[in-house]
């Protein structure tokens, strides 16, 4: 006999765009979003008995989140998750649980002899910021809002060595190496209790995700980092301080790694160590750290 112990189905890749026209000053803004949504419910008889009498179509999910997008704000996009997620456990009383993901694609305001343009933007790079929101009926709504795909180098101030040494290893200690990452930094809110909860927050969700990005281009930039284990950690602490309302918060860093090139063989041409500045940029393999730190639980008293 088998049974079905885990079922989700929904759209994913939802391209959207937004424009939002102020005609008392003539500017224009612009939000690009890839959007995913996942539904949970009383489903199991379209996987187990062939009956789709308790499908939403896929289809009707994008023009879903068409029509959310037209009717209500898109930022901060912690909000317009929450709304699409929202919808679908109000509207269908089969669904119970819907997983919404946004990601945001960046489009800065050219600046144009000195002056902000009003309706012309540049891809400034593939940094994005990334939401999940899950809607739960009768339980409210869990966020984990995220900085994706930042890429940062800095050329020193970072070392590694008094590892772990065996007949392993062959990596030689540094004091000093360039450090680059791909950052993907992630902070989990407390459960909202409802929609309009997260509506009553909305205005904080911007300052949080700056205060986030701003601690951790500070601490990679100022940081003597003695790993990049000690420095996530010095991140992770900082916005657990700095934002009140975040429960955890979570990074995963992978190594870009840059080796000195020995060119000592061609006639003494020294470029190791203090002399090293050619360098080899790596792709794989590549270390990969990843932590998640949260609050302290306060220790009861008896």
């Known amino acids: 006999m088998s049974q079905l112990s885990y079922a989700r189905y ?3 890749n939802v391209r959207v765009c937004k424009v939002h026209r102020d005609e008392a000053t003539k500017t224009q803004t612009v939000v690009e979003m890839t959007v995913s949504v996942l539904l949970e419910g009383d489903i199991d008889a379209s996987y187990t008995r062939a009956d789709n009498s ?14 959310m997008a037209k009717q209500h704000p898109v930022t901060p996009p912690e ?12 509207t269908y009383k089969h669904i119970h649980v819907a997983h919404v993901s946004v990601i945001t694609h960046r489009w800065t305001r050219m600046s144009i002899d000195g002056r902000a343009h009003p309706h012309s933007f540049f891809r400034d790079g593939a940094e994005t910021r990334n939401v999940q929101a899950v809607a739960r009926e009768g339980q409210g709504i869990s966020i984990r809002s995220a900085v994706a795909g930042l890429l940062v180098l800095k050329t020193t101030g970072s070392q590694f060595h008094s590892f772990v040494r065996n ?9 000093d190496r360039i450090l680059s990452t791909e950052i993907d930094c992630g902070w989990a ?7 309009e909860a997260v509506q009553a927050f909305a205005p904080k969700f911007d300052a949080a995700w700056e205060t986030s990005r701003n601690i951790t281009l500070k601490t990679f930039a100022e940081d003597s980092s003695a790993s990049v284990q000690n420095t996530m950690y010095k991140m992770c602490d900082q916005i657990l301080e700095a934002v009140p309302n ?4 979570d990074y995963s860093l992978p190594n870009k790694h840059y080796f000195e090139i020995d060119l000592s063989w061609h006639k003494g041409l020294k470029n190791t160590g203090k002399d090293a500045e050619v360098y080899a940029p790596q792709s794989n393999p ?14 009861s008293k008896l």
């Open 79 to 90: 909000l317009f998750a929450s709304i699409v997620g929202n919808h679908f456990i109000e």
């Open 246 to 249: 975040v429960e955890a918060v």
């Open 10 to 12: 929904g759209k994913d």
């Open 54 to 67: 308790v499908v939403v179509a896929t289809d009707t999910m994008k023009n879903t989140i068409y029509i």
């Open 286 to 299: 590549n270390g990969l750290i990843q932590c998640t730190v949260t609050r302290s639980q306060k220790s």
């Open 167 to 175: 007949e392993y290893t062959t990596l030689p200690e540094t004091w």
């Open 189 to 195: 809110w407390k459960v909202f209790p409802g929609l």
